[in-house]
Antibody, heavy 123, light 106 residues
Framework: QVQLVESGGGVVQPGGSLRLSCAASGFTFSSYGMHWVRQAPGKGLEWVAF????????YYADSVKGRFTISRDNSKNTLYLQMNSLRAEDTAVYYCAKDLRTGGTDPDAFDIWGQGTMVTVSS | SYVLTQPPSVSVAPGQTARITCGGNNIGSKSVHWYQQKPGQAPVLVVY???DRPSGIPERFSGSNSGNTATLTISRVEAGDEADYYCQVWDSSSDRFGTGTKVTVL
């Protein structure tokens, strides 16, 4: 079945780095735009980044621009989020999510979500 | 930046109708999507493109969008509908989520 599985979360000190991965299965990964969304403890959803199906377009939330990099390896059906210069306010559960439809120029609704991976930034 | 405003909470008795609003400047010109999130779980898409339902979502969930307000309507509310609900739009190279509404079934 269609599935997204995140990994790579953990505890990191302020200023540190972490790379999250999202393994996709059950669908043609290379045909869909993909997103990272985060949720701080007890808070609402915050969109983080989007990458087009072929990697040609990337967008970022202002809160992470210049510090986070989204990428994908379509040969490995895997999405990544490289997070640098981490801050306490980056502490959250990070979800990867899949666009509903293929081939769009802009991001779409998110029809499949992973279970999330927790990132804690603390000294 | 584009702000989406939702009421923090909505309470409804079983069998009644819950309406959750999402306010934004000229939101009627954008496609609005809605998500349901239960405690400890990932969000689930319940309405996309203002009023379409993904497969597997009950017809009790419906949506509308006009002017400065989009609305998610849950008819014949059940105990299992108790959750947080978020609206979402794409605007100016950025995705936006609403502030979220907690639906409590009395």
């Amino acid at each position: 079945q269609v599935q997204l599985v995140e990994s790579g979360g953990g505890v990191v000190q302020p200023g540190g780095s972490l790379r999250l991965s999202c393994a996709a299965s059950g669908f043609t990964f290379s045909s869909y735009g993909m997103h990272w969304v985060r949720q701080a403890p007890g808070k609402g959803l915050e969109w983080v980044a989007f990458i087009r199906y072929d990697g040609s377009n990337k967008y970022y939330a202002d809160s992470v621009k210049g510090r986070f990099t989204i990428s994908r390896d379509n040969s490995k059906n895997t999405l990544y989020l490289q997070m640098n210069s981490l801050r306490a306010e980056d502490t959250a559960v990070y979800y990867c999510a899949k666009d509903l439809r293929t081939g769009g120029t802009d991001p779409d609704a998110f029809d499949i979500w992973g279970q999330g991976t927790m990132v804690t930034v603390s000294s | 930046s584009y702000v989406l405003t939702q009421p923090p909470s909505v309470s409804v008795a079983p069998g009644q109708t819950a309406r959750i609003t999402c306010g934004g400047n000229n939101i009627g010109s954008k496609s609005v999507h809605w998500y349901q999130q239960k405690p400890g779980q990932a969000p689930v898409l319940v309405v996309y493109d203002d009023s379409d339902r993904p497969s597997g979502i009950p017809e009790r969930f419906s949506g509308s969008n006009s002017g400065n307000t989009a609305t998610l309507t849950i008819s014949r509310v059940e105990a299992g509908d108790e959750a947080d609900y978020y609206c979402q739009v794409w605007d100016s190279s950025s995705d936006r989520f609403g502030t979220g509404t907690k639906v409590t079934v009395l």
